[in-house]
């Protein structure tokens, strides 16, 4: 209806234009856009290129029209008569402004403008050899409130000669240059699902973007007159609007100040893109689920159950009544919840603010990673019983309730780390979510990792199947030391990763010292004498001290045998030999990407498959936030790593591999 209804108003323009042009307006008097021809050198050389712009200035009040001149209007039809051999281009139109009239949105020009057209001349004229340049020219000119279709005829002579530019016509045409926009090298991606349509545009995240606005130059796909919402997404420009699927999207993006880049957008799948209305709320449901199940899961993983296992055996003892345990346990389940939503909220702002970021985003600084290993140190040691964990006043006096919180939010803040089945699909999804509905699924992975212990609070039955306490108990809680000693292990090997063997040394000299420091206020502590002050304060200056002095290595990855680094170059090179592709990204404080890689990917039988089939194995390693794998990685729709893709020949999309990974999956895939 749009369509049609905006034809009949173009008809009804031009065949109505003398009745509306004798209205008693005082802009009337054509013609209303004053148009020259000029040329940037009137003795262009022979065989070069000469630059023509069509310098028009519009009677104010009214307005002439872009190349797409939205749902009203036509462009401008240039017929030209040239000398022999001679061929001219297409016009190139400065970035038009919008002119929304009676829910008509139109793309125009109010101000004077110029487009450029580019004159070929053949080669072997001789010099003074006469051109004469002719074009006639129809278009619509406007105003708010009338329309007249005119006609122009321009001429401009040139003489074949030296190609000499004056100053003064080459300072203008430099400023005319200047407000056409430039072409983006860079690939955008748009999609439309269920007529929203999101246009994925690359753009650095440190780069002025002021006024932006998306003009289509392709017709009839997006609607000109609906709202457009810009937002900025790490090295990316996100645009969301109204519009119907299609094949290749051309258009212009406003960046400020009259400038625009001249984009080309393939349809594909746009990370960033939701449905509308009843589609956020079932994205959301499903985002959801999953965070619940992945959050349950993590609490298998080394770093986190020996944490869960300890509250449970605070349980066991049966020293709470019902109140007091459901209090821990609600308490417990508010730690974990507002460290995730603590969490998710810094990943959300972080890419408001132009960041490519995802989950487990701290741990890409070796900062972080040397204070989760003296952490993980001081757990271990507490869990072998070298020293007890010092209770403050105000958590005694709450009954545990300050404990039990203290604790969740280290079981979540120790848990980043670690990531797993339907982690990676909900998290993916939280961040093209609006923020509430996003921090709504980080909420959800809180609560699934505080599921257990919030069970056992709740449900007397369950407590009932613990054991009776005995001196089992303090034996098991020595084995649980074992597990956060493999994960301090891991976590000293991604240091050595992250800083090189200095940095690692740092960190195990730093480890030592904490040790020695526990070790003595557990001495300090069997005598019956408090933790003490002094060795507080010598434990943050050990830990403050050590973080501050490590630094990240600039040297290489390593890389694992037969395989390479990855890139979007070497993956378009590889899929254009007709070769499969298996790209998996990868993080060395993943440690579910580690188990895998130990497991599936680097083993012989997975090894011999894919040399068999001549299989390109390519390697995304995200352990410093690279932020070209990070917008890679989002357009398949996860927040982070791991990510396994396989190409088959031919295929259009990749494969999405589950998280977790066997030996007979990969040989599988490289028999199909």
């Known amino acids: 209806m749009r369509g049609l209804y905006c034809l009949i108003v173009t008809i009804f323009a031009l065949l109505a234009a003398p009745a509306w042009a004798q209205l008693?307006?005082?802009?009337?008097?054509?013609?209303?856009?004053?148009?020259?021809?000029?040329?940037?050198?009137?003795?262009?050389?022979?065989?070069?290129?000469?630059?023509?712009?069509?310098?028009?200035?519009?009677?104010a009040g009214w307005?002439?029209?872009?190349?797409?001149?939205?749902?009203?209007?036509?462009?401008?039809?240039?017929?030209?008569?040239?000398?022999?051999?001679?061929?001219?281009?297409?016009?190139?139109?400065?970035?038009?402004?919008?002119?929304?009239?009676?829910?008509?949105?139109?793309?125009?020009?109010?101000?004077?403008?110029?487009?450029?057209?580019?004159?070929k001349l053949p080669a072997g004229l001789a010099v003074g050899s006469k051109l004469p340049v002719r074009l006639k020219t129809a278009y619509l000119v406007c105003t708010v409130q009338i329309c007249v279709p005119e006609t122009a005829e321009l001429a401009v002579d040139l003489t074949i000669g030296d190609g000499l530019i004056t100053p003064q016509a080459r300072a203008t045409f430099d400023a005319w240059r200047r407000a056409i926009p430039?072409?983006?090298?860079?690939?955008?991606?748009?999609?439309?699902?269920?007529?929203?349509?999101?246009?994925?545009?690359?753009?650095?995240?440190?780069?002025?973007?002021?006024?932006?606005y998306f003009f289509p130059v392709t017709t009839q796909v997006i609607d000109y007159a609906a709202p457009q919402t810009v937002t900025r997404d790490g090295d990316r420009v996100l645009i969301a609007t109204r519009g119907k699927a299609g094949g290749q999207l051309a258009g212009v993006l406003r960046i400020g100040d009259g400038r625009g880049l001249a984009v080309t957008a393939e349809s594909g799948m746009v990370a960033g893109a939701v449905k509308g209305g009843d589609g956020i709320l079932a994205a959301t449901?499903?985002?959801?689920?999953?965070?619940?199940?992945?959050?349950?899961?993590?609490?298998?993983?080394?770093?986190?159950?020996?944490?869960?296992?300890?509250?449970?055996?605070?349980?066991?003892?049966?020293?709470?009544?019902e109140r007091a345990a459901r209090r821990e346990a609600l308490a417990y389940t508010a730690g974990v919840v507002a460290v995730c939503v603590a969490l998710?909220?810094?990943?959300?702002?972080?890419?408001?603010?132009?960041?490519?970021?995802?989950?487990?985003?701290?741990?890409?600084?070796?900062?972080?990673?040397?204070?989760?290993?003296?952490?993980?140190?001081?757990?271990?040691?507490?869990?072998?019983?070298?020293?007890?964990?010092?209770?403050?006043?105000?958590?005694?006096?709450?009954?545990?309730?300050?404990?039990?919180?203290?604790?969740?939010?280290?079981?979540?803040?120790?848990?980043t780390p670690c990531t797993g089945p339907f982690m990676g699909v909900a998290l993916g999804a939280a961040l093209i979510l609006p923020w509430p509905a996003a921090l709504a699924v980080f909420a959800g992975l809180g609560l699934g990792l505080a599921l257990p212990f919030l069970a056992?609070?709740?449900?007397?039955?369950?407590?009932?199947?613990?054991?009776?306490?005995?001196?089992?108990?303090?034996?098991?809680?020595?084995?649980?030391s074992v597990p956060m000693w493999l994960t301090a292990i891991a976590l000293a090997w991604v240091l050595g990763r992250q800083a090189g063997v200095n940095g690692m040394t740092l960190?195990?000299?730093?480890?030592?010292?904490?040790?020695?420091?526990?070790?003595?206020?557990?001495?300090?502590?069997?005598?019956?004498?408090?933790?003490?002050?002094?060795?507080?304060?010598a434990l943050l200056a050990i830990a403050g001290g050590s973080i501050a002095f490590v630094e990240r290595s600039t040297a290489a990855p390593v890389q694992a045998a037969g395989s390479e680094p990855f890139s979007e170059a070497r993956l378009a090179a590889l899929r254009a030999e007709g070769r499969?592709?298996?790209?998996?990204?990868?993080?060395?404080?993943?440690?579910?990407?580690?188990?895998?890689?130990?497991?599936?990917?680097?083993?012989?039988?997975?090894?011999?498959?894919?040399?068999?089939?001549?299989?390109?194995?390519?390697?995304?390693?995200?352990?410093?936030?690279?932020?070209?794998?990070?917008?890679?990685?989002?357009?398949?729709?996860?927040?982070?790593?791991?990510?396994?893709?396989?190409?088959?020949?031919?295929?259009?999309?990749?494969?999405?591999l589950p998280q977790v990974l066997t030996p007979g999956l990969l040989s599988g895939l490289a028999a199909k």
């Open 456 to 480: 056992l609070g709740f449900v007397p039955a369950l407590r009932k199947l613990l054991p009776r306490p005995g001196a089992w108990m303090e034996f098991f809680r020595h084995i649980l």
């Open 63 to 119: 307005h002439g029209y872009w190349l797409n001149p939205g749902d009203a209007g036509f462009p401008a039809k240039l017929d030209w008569t040239l000398p022999a051999g001679v061929t001219a281009s297409a016009p190139a139109y400065p970035v038009p402004d919008t002119l929304l009239i009676a829910g008509l949105m139109n793309y125009v020009f109010e101000k004077p403008y110029a487009p450029l057209v580019t004159l």
């Open 24 to 59: 008693p307006d005082p802009n009337a008097a054509g013609p209303h856009l004053a148009i020259k021809l000029v040329a940037e050198s009137e003795r262009p050389a022979a065989g070069s290129d000469v630059t023509l712009a069509l310098d028009t200035r519009p009677q």
């Open 182 to 212: 430039k072409p983006l090298d860079a690939k955008a991606t748009w999609q439309v699902t269920n007529g929203a349509a999101t246009i994925a545009i690359p753009y650095p995240a440190n780069a002025p973007l002021a006024d932006a």
């Open 507 to 537: 960190g195990l000299i730093a480890a030592l010292g904490i040790a020695v420091i526990l070790w003595i206020a557990g001495r300090r502590q069997a005598r019956g004498l408090a933790f003490g002050i002094v060795w507080v304060g």
């Open 580 to 656: 499969p592709v298996f790209a998996y990204f990868t993080a060395d404080w993943c440690l579910t990407c580690k188990v895998n890689e130990a497991a599936a990917i680097d083993v012989a039988s997975t090894r011999a498959a894919f040399a068999k089939d001549k299989v390109a194995v390519l390697v995304g390693d995200w352990t410093d936030g690279d932020p070209v794998l990070g917008r890679f990685i989002e357009r398949h729709n996860r927040a982070g790593v791991p990510l396994y893709l396989y190409y088959a020949p031919g295929a259009a999309e990749p494969e999405i």
């Open 344 to 415: 998710g909220g810094a990943i959300l702002a972080l890419r408001a603010g132009g960041s490519a970021v995802g989950w487990a985003f701290q741990l890409q600084d070796p900062r972080m990673i040397l204070l989760l290993l003296l952490l993980t140190v001081a757990i271990a040691l507490n869990l072998a019983g070298l020293f007890e964990i010092p209770t403050p006043a105000f958590v005694g006096n709450a009954g545990g309730v300050g404990g039990a919180f203290a604790t969740g939010a280290l079981a979540a803040f120790i848990a």
């Open 285 to 321: 449901l499903l985002a959801l689920g999953g965070a619940l199940l992945g959050g349950l899961l993590l609490n298998i993983m080394p770093c986190v159950f020996p944490i869960l296992s300890l509250k449970a055996l605070s349980l066991a003892r049966g020293h709470l009544d």
